[in-house]
């Protein structure tokens, strides 16, 4: 866990991050037990496992999926080049590390606004040149096609995914709709969206505004929960992969998983493939 005088250093190299308000990405690092955290994103954190105690199964079925589907794209998918939207704090499994396994060529695109996030990132990553790091609002679908760091590194002649985990039911946008089209205009036929969405699966209503009400004192106050209709909805023009939308743990499981299990991760997942 980053002690005081390393949250002291890095607020001093990454000047411009908001450090008086938890940050969702930074809180999600912490469940993870990760160190790129401050005391307010672990007090947040804590407060939210006390609110509603399958928080941090919420996270680690999220990041188990992502696991999963990215495997399922760079091989039984061939897709080899990805769009990380809202990616946040490196972790172990990071996007580029499960594709290059397959495929050790891949390209991916990080995206993210938090600043904490991208810089850890860019420690990570160092040179590779075939990776990158934008800084940059994800409801912004053209500011992040144009960037460099996207549109210098990926082709989008050919497929890419487009990976939205976590990050449509914080965007401003309540449908969402709207901003996954941006993106799915910019990609061709066997290009692939893959999502997941904070859902109602095990959580109380009391649970769900309590959650909000703690999101509101953060820098992303918007949480969106979906259906499994809602989350279809997401998709036109796309083929929804087997099992389409369903409790994420559900999607594809390494070993069977029982439905109480899975819903306590209160998380709905889906890929889809682009059609011509």
Known sequence: ????????????????????????????????????????????????????????????????????????????????????????????????????EHCPHAKVAYVDWEPIACHHARHLLGDDPQVSVTE???????????????????????????????????????????????????????????????AQLSRTDTEIEALRSLLAGTSTPHLHIRTPDEVEALFPGYTLVTPGVVAAAHWRPDTPVKDEEANKGNVLGAVGILRT
């Open 136 to 198: 940059l609002d994800v409801s912004d679908a053209e500011a992040v096609l144009r960037a460099p760091g996207v549109a210098d590194l990926l082709d989008f002649s050919k497929p890419v995914a487009v990976l939205a985990f976590g990050i449509l039911d914080l965007v401003p946008d309540p449908d969402g709709a709207a901003l996954v089209e941006r993106y799915r205009d910019a990609c061709v036929p066997g290009s692939a969206l893959a999502v997941s969405n904070n």
């Open 1 to 100: 866990m980053t002690d005081e005088t390393g949250e002291v250093e890095l607020a001093a190299e990454v000047s411009h991050a908001d450090l008086t308000r938890p940050n969702i990405a930074r809180m999600y690092d912490y469940l993870l037990g990760g160190s790129a955290n401050f005391e307010v994103d672990r007090q947040a954190a804590d407060h939210a496992l006390a609110l509603v105690p399958t928080e941090r199964d919420y996270s680690y079925t999220n990041r188990s999926f992502l696991g999963r589907a990215v495997r399922y794209l760079a091989t039984e998918a061939g897709i080899d080049q990805f769009l990380d939207l809202g990616s946040g704090v490196p972790t172990v499994g990071n996007v580029h590390e499960i594709a290059r």
